[in-house]
């Protein structure tokens, strides 16, 4: 792949990265645990039976506690490629569970 | 008296009808009012007892929605009871990461996974435990948008001694709920089996399926990612990743290799994705695609100083007609995966063109020829838990696995004692989610006709934690 290419696709991708990023930023919580509704409590444990156990055998919720599975589903968002409201909903049924 | 009786009776009447007309008047005024009124106190009436009906089917339509939706929590609670093998999410089991700490707005946990070997091979070789294996994660999260993972591998060699690698250490900044950064070293994201499958505890075998090792498959690389999912409809998911790199390097015998290298020895950006489309929640079908351009060397880095050896490869020693060349390296392939209840499904290919070019492939040699390199692996997998079948104590903690895999060399001169075609059997006991003991036979019969096949008995232990 030529330099000039490359280095275009890397600027667009810095840029792009940055102008999206800076509105979440902004709004960026502090991941705080609010009392999820049943809802979204029901719709995590169908999340997480889907999404986990599609490459390991599923870990119980008490495995780790809320800080620790704010961490590790955070980690799991970005190597399974789930969506944020999923990443969500999974966080809400395992720190509810545990 | 009678005419002033008349005319006092006279007055009296016409006084009464004067006093009693605007009487009857004003009484027919008021009737009139309290029919309105009172038409109006039932028009209220009527619209309370309709507001009344309304707030009643509400009623009744939120209880069935809140029973519809305990029912459905209950389901997906048995669901997961199920799949996680039998242990209630509520149950203590092992695990909860080695550490966890938080200070305000920042998380850190310390988690990873371990496992050792034991093989028994009928080709001569000695019986041996063999990699035994210690990685840590570090994961450190700022709010709820950025992540630092990173992934340390301490392993015993087959020498003395142990290996430490940096698997990966990457910043990950989530743009919004479809989109995450990642910058750093990241496990190669081109296949499934590499970034997914690969630690002990979640490969369903001991070995890894062949050409599935940086041989075809690349490893890892230094760059950045850009990477998510987006729902599709009610049910129906698209997850992607794109990757820029700085791509392989030549290493000996003119072999790439397909890990992240620290800096780029030729300017020439890999760049790469994958993208998986999941029809239903238990369906995933994808593609990976990759392109590369590697150089030639004249010289293989690390090797003995060419002034020592007497075998000097420096460019300007080099012949005209030999210098080094750069190739494209291409790479592309697809995957299909299915996790229906106990039973899991994969099947992956990947094929791998390298162009011919001009390198040093040993060391303190010449720069030579190497001819175009064509390779291609692929494995198709089934694991089933017998947890699906019955509750009886130890069998419904075991899981059946079968595993073909094949690696062919197309064209080439490279890997041509490693294809071969692997058969794996396999029993897992599964003591927790989390923690696993393997037993596996494995038939390697290789290409090569000299070479001779194998028969390798394997048990592994491995634990996530």
């Known amino acids: ?98 | 008296m009678r005419p002033h009786r008349a005319l006092i009776l006279a007055g009296l009447l016409s006084t009464s009808f004067l006093v009693a007309a605007p009487v009857a008047a004003q009484n027919a005024s008021g009737d009139q009012a309290l029919m309105t009124r009172i038409e109006k106190l039932e028009a209220e009436v009527q619209a309370l007892k309709a507001e009344l009906r309304k707030s009643q089917a509400e009623a009744t339509e939120a209880k069935t929605k809140a029973e519809a939706a305990t029912a459905k929590a209950d389901e997906a609670v048995a669901k997961v009871e199920k799949a996680s093998n039998g242990v209630s999410p509520t149950t203590s089991a092992l695990g909860g990461g080695l550490f966890n700490y938080r200070a305000g707005d920042v998380r850190f946990h310390l988690g990873g996974y371990a496992g050792g070997n034991v093989e028994f091979v009928d080709n001569g070789e000695n019986s041996t435990f063999a990699d035994v294996n210690f990685n840590p994660i570090f994961l450190v999260q700022y709010k709820d948008w950025l992540l630092f993972e990173s992934e340390l591998e301490f392993e015993t060699t087959d020498g003395e001694g142990t290996k430490l690698e940096l698997e990966y250490a990457s910043l990950d900044l989530m743009l919004n709920d479809y989109a995450t950064l990642v910058f750093g070293k990241y496990l190669s994201p081109i296949g499934l089996f590499q970034e997914r499958l690969h630690p002990k505890w979640i490969n369903k075998a001991i070995s890894r399926p062949v050409g599935f090792d940086g041989t075809v498959e690349p490893l890892t690389d230094v760059g950045l990612q850009l990477r998510g999912g987006i729902p599709v409809g009610e049910n129906m998911k698209l997850t992607y990743v794109f990757m820029i790199g700085n791509g392989p390097q030549v290493e000996e015998e003119g072999q790439p290799a397909l890990e992240g290298f620290g800096e780029d020895n030729n300017d020439n950006k890999a760049i790469g994705g994958r993208i998986s489309f999941f029809p239903v929640p238990w369906l995933e079908l994808g593609g990976s695609a990759y392109h590369a351009r590697v150089s030639g060397l004249d010289e293989l880095s690390g090797e003995a100083d060419a002034d020592e050896t007497g075998l000097g490869v420096h460019v300007e020693a080099v012949p005209a007609a030999l210098e080094p060349t750069n190739a494209d390296l291409d790479i592309f392939g697809a995957h299909a995966v299915a996790t229906y209840k106990d039973l899991d499904l994969r099947f992956e290919y990947l094929h791998s063109k390298r162009d011919a070019f001009i390198s040093v492939a040993d060391p303190g040699g010449l720069p030579e020829a190497l001819p175009t390199q064509k390779t291609e692996a692929w494995y198709a997998q089934a694991a089933y838990k017998l947890a699906g079948v019955t509750n009886q104590e130890f069998v419904k903690d075991l899981e059946l696995v079968a595993r073909f895999s094949q690696l062919n060399v197309k064209q080439g001169i490279l890997f041509v004692d490693d294809a071969q075609d692997r058969l794996t059997f396999g029993v897992n006991y599964l003591l927790a989610p989390n923690i696993v003991i393997k037993v596996n036979y494995e038939r390697r019969d290789f290409d090569e006709p000299d070479l001779k096949t194998e028969n390798r008995f394997m048990g592994q232990f491995a634990i996530g934690f």
């Open chain 1, 1 to 98: 792949m030529s330099k000039l290419a490359w280095k275009t696709i890397l600027a667009s991708a810095a840029l792009g990265g940055i102008m999206i990023a800076a509105p979440a930023m902004a709004g960026g919580t502090n991941a705080s645990a609010a009392q999820p509704d049943p809802g979204l409590i029901a719709k995590g444990a169908k999340l997480w039976a889907d999404n986990c156990g599609r490459c390991h055998n599923l870990r119980p919720a008490s495995n780790f506690s809320d800080d620790g599975w704010e961490v590790v589903v955070s980690h799991m968002r970005v190597r399974a490629n789930l969506p944020g409201e999923d990443a969500k909903a999974i966080k809400a049924f395992l720190k509810n569970s545990n």
